[in-house]
């Protein structure tokens, strides 16, 4: 039993413009203490689906269809206080895209992180308890507990991730959901907040979802990697899998914009932008950006399937017609 | 810098604006000779009474005139209208921000107060302060109570009928002056209706003469008072309903908020804990500054009820060219409206931690 | 920047915006087409009783009687030629008469005539005075006079008297009463007490026991005719330029009349272009201030930002109505409402140079304007080229939700007793709550109304405006 299973997840926007369709049959699984690395560049659907997982898309977007199994029990069919109780922040919690807004400017970091408790612990944290343990966890992330009486506007944006960290594990949850956890900050402060992830994955012994655009900070921290494009994953395997044997164009182009230090290989880019998601090209989504497109990648979809044992692409170079 | 140097500079700058906005209108009543028509009025009308009683001693043709001319100076004299205007205005100008408010000149003032001319203006002004307050206030505090319960909840009913209907109930209110409504209100519920008065004039006698019998003079006051109050509040509620939801609405999208939402917390203690706590800023803003606003009464509403408030009494000052009263009313306004913006600052710094320490 | 097309393709993309745009086109529609058909001297002629004379006096509109009010109707009349010329009894009598149809229980007002550029008769060097008499036929055959009236040219030099303004007369209550009298109750021994007589014009009698009359309106066609008696030998061919013969019915035009006769739809629309003028040259003016001392301040800074922010420190503080009251009061009345545009726009920039400036200190530490600096732009030009088409946006807005303000003003300062002269919607409710007539809706109702419309067009366009601008307030 997988701690965390999608299958076939469809979160539509529905807009007065039409129906944009931001993820499109997505599934994947996680294990415990396994870090998922989910890729793609920015509006391809990511944090849709980080969203999803939470059953908090902003309206007017809605889980459409498929299932997300948390120890096999399905989000998409519990009640929503039901979700609020038991999922959220106790089994599944968030660190957010651009820490800098996700703390209440008019509330102390202690305020913030004690009431990430309060409404999970059936009593078994009085305040202090609370306080006690918003401190501890604090001293986890690396900063002092001096911090509980401090508010967002004092803090760096390195302590503010900190905090935000921190307050993601108050209720010790299974898994923790990252997205782009260090997009905004500074290259030095980018590397110190992803030793971080590593040492409290050791510690506590965490699921992960990493979200970021960036590859290079996937193959850092994740066992297993999905590429997404469009609404729609079109590779995923192991770190290993996808990182060495890249199957599909789409990540071929992502690997090759990674600037490499030692090589001397020229930096590539994947040439136009992704399409809008309210009106995506027909058949394979990659298509008008694809070096190697072919006659039925404009006619129909690719389907997924396994080219080695735990690796799966969607594109018809790889699959027989 | 410190917060306390913070308020110091701002409690100068908004005590400057004050003696600023007394100077201006003193000047606007000196400088343009608006005085000097009063006192000459007057001073005609006291020579006339003095001829008056002179030919009724049966005094000579040129006694008379010799006696009016002295008579005349000497009031001139008195009047200060010998000398330059800013010289006149200097002590009115202390006077009045000295709180030595004088005594008003006319018999219409001392009416709208209800009360024997003369009347000092002090006196004048705190006989209708509270008249002001129970129509105006009120009607304001109404409004602010029920924008502030409900206008959250439109917020997050965006985009339904409910919120619709909501915001063209505001565009439309925000439109009709409130003045007409009175208008159309005291015709329709006052004269064809018969269900509130249609002179509301009367209203100072269960005021001034409260203590005699509280109960029935609690009754005629709300009988009084109904109408303007439902008037007040049908033209305003839309516009403060609109704004509290707009407020709101600037907060709801911030990523905080979402946060709250992921970290588990019920919907209500969303709202109440952090979305109206982000927001109470500007709302809390918008309460103090109109609840200010309305002690200095609505001239227009007030004069088409006749209602003996603040406004009528500022109204009936100008009609009746009565400077002290003018004087101390707008100084009044001014007063309340600083001190508003200055209880602001200070809630500020409870309010926002940014403002706090910064 | 985003061009015209876009913008109104975008605000057509809001409810809110079509209906404001329709209205504010509306507006300016009216407002153009009542400054083409306004007389020069309209603000005078509104103001002089003498000009509505032949006009019913506190009448609902015509309409009414569609809906099944019994209001005569109103009915006028032009000629530039007799009707018939005839000679009677040792006279020439030209005669212009018509026709009028009584056809609901009610009495017209007034019977009018008004004469321009009547011709004088002379004989040898003596001018010979006209007989001017105005007949009612009856539906029952009775004629009765309703003018009996003789004019005298004393030194008249040329042919013509009344060129320039025209001879108005009215029904003559004396004159009606002793024709009523004599011609059809046969008797002077009874009481009639209506003061007005142009009643018995149109009534049907019955004597009472105790001598007094009981009268009621008597349905069907009357002819009035409108004589001028001259000596036989007369040469012309019509003795008048121009004769309107008017039965001042009970009911008028499209929006009624008030108590001394003015013509509610003339005072409506001429008020559009005056409202629009007063809530345009505010706003714009006062929206022009607030954004050049905002950027100015926000530019700058040091002690020019800190002594502009003093002044709007000051200006905003400043009992705002108290202070136009008072300043509107000691103005002469011709220039008052010069006075209300001139206070609104001086203490009416703050709020937007407060606005401008904070958004204009954030645009000052883009990267662009130290690249302009760096290559040279004068300040002003930095100013003009980089500062203000960034908020260029908001201002718009701005602009738009300040123009019903100066309308508003206006008309609550004319509704408090301060007049300007000017007819403008304020004004007509102003005269209504002065004659103290609530009751009278045509001139309560229509007046208070367009003003609401003139607020809810500016706020509709400005919301839509606003969303557009501020995408945070969107709904998706």
């Not at chain 1, 009085?126 to 006690?132: H, T």
């Not at chain 1, 004092?154 to 898994?175: N, W």
């Not at chain 1, 694809?290 to 396994?306: F, L, S």
């Not at chain 2, 002179?54 to 004299?77: C, D, E, F, S």
Request: with cysteine.
């Amino acid at each position: 039993m997988a701690l965390l299973e999608v299958k076939d997840l469809k979160t539509y926007y529905y807009t007065l413009s039409g129906i944009v369709k931001a993820v499109d049959n997505v599934s994947f699984s996680l294990e415990k203490g396994e870090v998922l690395g989910i890729a793609g560049e920015s509006g391809c659907g990511k944090s849709t689906l980080a969203w999803s997982l939470l059953k908090l898309v902003p309206p007017p977007g809605r889980i459409a269809g498929g299932k997300i199994l948390v120890k096999d029990n399905d989000l998409t069919k519990m009640s929503d206080d039901e979700v609020r109780s038991k999922i959220r922040w106790k089994t599944i919690s968030m660190i957010f895209q651009g820490a800098m807004n996700s703390l209440h400017p008019m509330y102390n970091v202690g305020e913030q992180l004690v009431e990430a408790l309060r409404y999970h612990s059936s009593g078994e944290f009085d305040e202090e308890a609370a306080l006690n343990k918003a401190a501890e966890l604090l001293e986890d992330v690396g900063l002092s507990k001096d911090m509980l009486r401090r508010y967002p506007h004092e803090l760096s944006g390195g302590q503010k991730q900190r905090v935000v960290i921190a307050m993601s594990l108050m209720a010790d949850p299974e898994i923790v959901i990252a997205d782009e956890p260090t997009t905004a900050l500074d290259v030095i402060v980018q590397a110190q907040i992803l030793n971080l992830f590593k040492k409290l994955r050791k510690e506590k012994d965490l699921s992960m979802i990493f979200i970021t655009h960036d590859l290079s900070v996937i193959a850092e921290v994740s066992d297993k990697v999905a590429i997404m494009y469009a609404g729609k994953i079109v590779e995923y395997g192991t770190s290993e899998q996808v990182f060495l044997n890249p199957l599909h164009p789409y990540t071929q182009g992502l690997l090759k914009s990674i600037p490499k230090i030692r090589s001397k290989e020229k930096i590539e880019w994947i040439p136009g932008v992704p399409p809008g998601l309210a009106n995506p090209p027909p058949g394979c989504r990659f298509h008008p950006r694809c070096p190697y497109a072919m006659d039925v990648c404009r006619r129909e979809e690719p389907p997924m399937i396994e080219v080695e044992p735990g690796h799966y692409v969607a594109c018809w170079l790889h699959s027989k017609r | 810098m410190g917060l306390g140097t913070v308020l110091t500079r701002r409690a100068i700058a908004l005590t400057f604006a004050l003696i600023v906005v007394v100077l201006l209108t003193v000047l606007i009543i000196g400088a343009t000779g608006y005085d000097a028509t009063i006192w000459k009025a007057i001073i005609n009308e006291q020579v006339r009474a003095y001829q008056a009683t002179l030919v009724q001693k049966q005094a000579t043709a040129a006694q008379v005139q010799q006696l009016v001319a002295q008579y005349r100076n000497k009031l001139i004299h008195l009047y200060g209208l010998d000398k330059p205007w800013y010289v006149r205005m200097e002590p009115l100008l202390i006077n009045t921000l000295t709180f030595n408010l004088g005594l008003s000149n006319s018999h219409d003032v001392a009416d709208v107060a209800g009360v024997p001319y003369p009347v000092p203006v002090g006196t004048a002004i705190m006989l209708c302060l509270p008249r002001t307050i129970i129509m105006i206030t009120i009607a304001q505090l109404i409004c602010a109570v029920v924008a502030l319960y409900i206008g959250p909840y439109i917020a997050y009913k965006r985009g339904t009928l409910f919120d619709r209907a909501i915001v063209s109930y505001a565009a439309l209110t925000n439109a009709i002056p409130v003045w007409w409504l009175g208008m159309i209100f005291i015709y329709f519920f006052g004269f064809i209706m018969g269900w509130f008065p249609t002179d509301y004039r009367a209203v100072v006698y269960y005021i001034n003469h409260f203590m005699d019998d509280p109960v029935t003079s609690t009754q005629y006051i709300l009988w009084y008072a109904s109408l303007p109050i439902i008037t007040i509040v049908i033209a305003f509620l839309g516009s403060w309903l609109y704004s509290v939801r707009a407020m709101v609405l600037r907060v709801v999208r911030e990523d905080y908020i979402n946060a709250a939402r992921a970290k588990g917390l019920p919907e209500s203690v969303v709202v109440s804990k952090h979305v109206l706590r982000a927001a109470s800023p500007p709302v809390v803003t918008s309460v103090i500054l109109s609840l200010a606003g309305s002690l200095g009464g609505y001239i227009i509403t007030e004069s088409i009820f006749d209602w003996p408030g603040m406004g009528t009494l500022y109204w009936v000052a100008i009609t009746s060219a009565d400077v002290p009263t003018i004087l101390g009313l707008t100084y009044m306004f001014t007063l309340i409206y600083i001190l508003a913006r200055f209880t602001l600052e200070i809630l500020y710094i409870y309010l926002d931690p940014r403002v706090r320490y910064s | 920047m985003k061009s015209m097309m876009e913008w109104n393709r975008e605000l057509m993309s809001y409810t809110s915006g079509k209906v404001g745009l329709a209205l504010f086109i509306f507006f300016i529609v009216m407002s153009i087409y009542a400054l083409m058909v306004m007389p020069p001297n309209y603000k005078y002629a509104w103001n002089d009783p003498k000009h509505w004379q032949g006009y019913p006096q506190l009448a609902p509109p015509s309409w009414v009687r569609m809906l099944g009010y019994q209001n005569a109707a109103h009915e006028s009349q032009t000629f530039t030629a007799p009707t018939s010329v005839i000679v009677r009894s040792g006279y020439k009598v030209y005669t212009f008469s018509m026709l009028y149809n009584l056809d609901v229980k009610d009495y017209p007002q007034d019977i009018v005539v008004a004469i321009q550029g009547l011709k004088v008769y002379r004989m040898g060097n003596r001018t010979i005075p006209v007989l001017i008499q105005v007949d009612v036929r009856r539906p029952d055959g009775k004629v009765l006079a309703a003018v009996k009236y003789v004019e005298y040219f004393n030194n008249v030099n040329g042919t013509k008297a009344y060129v320039k303004l025209p001879l108005t007369r009215s029904a003559d209550r004396n004159l009606i009463i002793d024709e009523v009298e004599s011609k059809i109750l046969n008797t002077s021994n009874v009481l009639l007490k209506t003061p007005i007589a142009v009643s018995y014009l149109f009534s049907s009698f019955k004597i009472l026991s105790n001598n007094s009359v009981l009268f009621q309106p008597l349905e069907g066609p009357y002819v009035i005719s409108l004589n001028f008696y001259y000596p036989v030998n007369t040469p012309y061919v019509s003795p008048v330029d121009k004769a309107t013969l008017t039965v001042v019915g009970d009911c008028y035009g499209l929006m009624g009349t008030d108590n001394i006769g003015r013509d509610l739809a003339q005072g409506l629309l001429y008020g559009f272009p005056i409202a629009l003028a007063i809530g345009f040259g505010t706003a714009l003016a006062s929206t022009f201030i607030g954004l050049l001392v905002g950027a100015v301040s926000a530019y700058y800074g040091g002690w020019v930002d800190e002594s502009l922010q003093r002044l709007v420190d000051i200006i905003g503080n400043v009992p705002l109505l108290p202070f136009l009251i008072l300043l509107v009061d000691i103005t002469p009345v011709g220039e008052r409402l010069q006075m209300i545009m001139l206070v609104l726009v001086i203490f009416g920039w703050g709020g937007l140079a407060i606005v401008i400036r904070s958004m204009g200190l954030s645009i000052k530490e883009e990267p662009y304007i130290d690249a302009a600096k760096a290559i040279g732009l004068s300040n002003a030009k930095i100013i003009f080229k980089h500062l203000i088409p960034q908020v260029m946006p908001y201002v718009v807005a701005s602009l738009v939700f300040s123009v019903p303000g100066a309308i508003l003003s206006e008309a609550g300062l004319s509704v408090l007793g301060l007049e300007h002269g000017w007819p403008t919607w304020g004004r007509i409710l102003a005269d209504a709550r002065m004659a103290g007539r609530y009751d009278i809706w045509w001139w309560i109702l229509p007046p208070g109304f367009l003003l609401a419309l003139t607020s809810l067009t500016f706020v509709l366009l400005g919301m839509a405006i606003e969303t557009i601008v501020e995408p945070r307030l969107r709904t998706l």
